[in-house]
T-cell receptor, first 113, second 110 residues
Framework: DGGITQSPKYLFRKEGQNVTLSCEQNLNHDAMYWYRQDPGQGLRLIYYSQIVNDFQKGDIAEGYSVSREKKESFPLTVTSAQKNPTAFYLC????????????FGSGTRLTVV | GQQVMQIPQYQHVQEGEDFTTYCNSSTTLSNIQWYKQRPGGHPVFLIQLVKSGEVKKQKRLTFQFGEAKKNSSLHITATQTTDVGTYFCAGGTSYGKLTFGQGTILTVHP
């Protein structure tokens, strides 16, 4: 079955540490996205990538970094510069020109302790 | 930048009552998408509207796109307990970026 896999499901991090969230898709989708979800604020775009080796900042990119070395993979690093990293992180993908919307992964819940 | 506002933030209904959530964009959209997120889950794509004034139905769900392509609504007829969750609209621009509304959390009391 095709889909998006995010790992881990839950992640705990100490303040001052960087952490990388994994996102892998086998849908052959061109575009991939990272969103952050906080209660009452909907989904906010962190970074997105339309093609391999290229990515753009979203609305809240500060304190985050990404890479897109393979079509299937779009990992997100939450750096120590992110002031409030505790949140639910969602990865999504879609095929450029696709009229069927985004396919989301099941998310990673990051807690800073 | 583009903003998408969604109201109400919360809606509590008795099973069998109707439910509507509204979405308004600060700019003209190329399309609008709707998603449903069950409690503890991830957003799942429901539908996309592209044409001005477009109306689409999925069983008890009716989706509308405004004539000016700046607003949209989702109406659920005779809600069921399986309808609980958060409903998001997302406005799309011509260059492919989606901006999500804050979502409406629907609770259905049996």
């Amino acid at each position: 079955d095709g889909g998006i896999t995010q790992s881990p499901k839950y992640l705990f991090r100490k303040e001052g540490q960087n952490v990388t969230l994994s996102c892998e898709q086998n849908l052959n989708h061109d575009a991939m996205y990272w969103y952050r979800q906080d209660p009452g604020q909907g989904l906010r775009l962190i970074y997105y990538s339309q093609i391999v080796n290229d990515f753009q900042k979203g609305d809240i990119a500060e304190g985050y970094s990404v890479s897109r070395e393979k079509k299937e993979s779009f990992p997100l690093t939450v750096t120590s510069a992110q002031k409030n990293p505790t949140a639910f992180y969602l990865c999504a993908s879609r095929s450029v020109g696709d009229h069927y919307g985004y396919t989301f992964g099941s998310g990673t819940r990051l807690t800073v302790v | 930048g583009q903003q998408v506002m969604q109201i109400p933030q919360y809606q509590h209904v008795q099973e069998g009552e109707d439910f509507t959530t509204y979405c308004n964009s600060s700019t003209t959209l190329s399309n609008i998408q709707w998603y449903k997120q069950r409690p503890g889950g991830h957003p799942v794509f429901l539908i996309q509207l592209v044409k001005s004034g477009e109306v689409k139905k999925q069983k008890r769900l009716t989706f509308q796109f405004g004539e000016a392509k700046k607003n949209s609504s989702l109406h659920i007829t005779a809600t069921q307990t399986t309808d609980v969750g958060t409903y998001f609209c997302a406005g799309g621009t011509s260059y492919g970026k989606l901006t999500f509304g804050q979502g409406t959390i629907l609770t259905v009391h049996p």
